[in-house]
T-cell receptor, first 113, second 115 residues
Framework: AQSVAQPEDQVNVAEGNPLTVKCTYSVSGNPYLFWYVQYPNRGLQFLLKYITGDNLVKGSYGFEAEFNKSQTSFHLKKPSALVSDSALYFCAVRDIGTDKLIFGTGTRLQVFP | DAGVIQSPRHEVTEMGQEVTLRCKPISGHDYLFWYRQTMMRGLELLIYFNNNVPIDDSGMPEDRFSAKMPNASFSTLKIQPSEPRDSAVYFC?????????????FGSGTRLTVV
């Protein structure tokens, strides 16, 4: 069965520093991978996705993610964190059998001034 | 397009009362999903529809929960009778026919409090 794991419940980073939010996946076949962000009192918003092509995917708000097939990872990154990036981040993978998305448990990112 | 629209944004009700949550998906989207989010259990898929037909309701917690999609532009999630443990944020999401490839668009959610 397809699944994603987000090993960190929370990530703390100082403003201006680079940030990484980790995600690993388990799929049979080629993975379709997604990152979503949830700001307080809002729904999940699409950030970026990997279907095929370049391993480095660029998305909204300056975020990018690196697909690593050998490590089965799809970590979310940003070169310089902003306080406004503080939110809950979800990794997701497409379930090949049903075509629906399987979401991870979420990682809370806290950026300190 | 205004996106996925959910109503109400907040609902406070007494235990035992019926609660109805509403969702209007994006026009042209063939899939509709209902999720529940709590601190304890995270994001849970309750049920999803394809072309107005329920495909998988295995996530619906109990018979007290029911969902309908009478047409392509409207869906409801009903809880009858409601209980305090139903307190959560309920999200609706929609997607194009190949939902897993295009991703989902989520509504802003309904925060339900059952007292």
């Amino acid at each position: 069965a397809q699944s994603v794991a987000q090993p960190e419940d929370q990530v703390n980073v100082a403003e201006g520093n680079p940030l990484t939010v980790k995600c690993t996946y388990s799929v049979s076949g080629n993975p379709y991978l997604f990152w979503y962000v949830q700001y307080p009192n809002r729904g999940l918003q699409f950030l970026l996705k990997y279907i095929t092509g370049d391993n480095l995917v660029k998305g909204s708000y300056g975020f990018e993610a690196e697909f690593n097939k050998s490590q089965t990872s799809f970590h979310l990154k940003k070169p310089s964190a902003l306080v406004s990036d503080s939110a809950l981040y979800f990794c997701a993978v497409r379930d090949i059998g049903t075509d629906k998305l399987i979401f991870g448990t979420g990682t809370r990112l806290q950026v300190f001034p | 397009d205004a996106g996925v629209i959910q109503s109400p944004r907040h609902e406070v009700t007494e235990m035992g009362q019926e609660v109805t949550l509403r969702c209007k998906p994006i026009s042209g989207h063939d899939y509709l999903f209902w999720y529940r989010q709590t601190m304890m259990r995270g994001l849970e898929l309750l049920i999803y529809f394809n072309n107005n037909v329920p495909i998988d309701d295995s996530g619906m917690p109990e018979d007290r929960f029911s969902a309908k999609m009478p047409n392509a532009s409207f869906s409801t999630l009903k809880i009858q009778p409601s209980e305090p443990r139903d307190s959560a944020v309920y999200f609706c999401a929609s997607s194009l026919i190949q939902g897993g490839s295009y991703g989902y668009t989520f509504g802003s959610g309904t925060r339900l409090t059952v007292v």
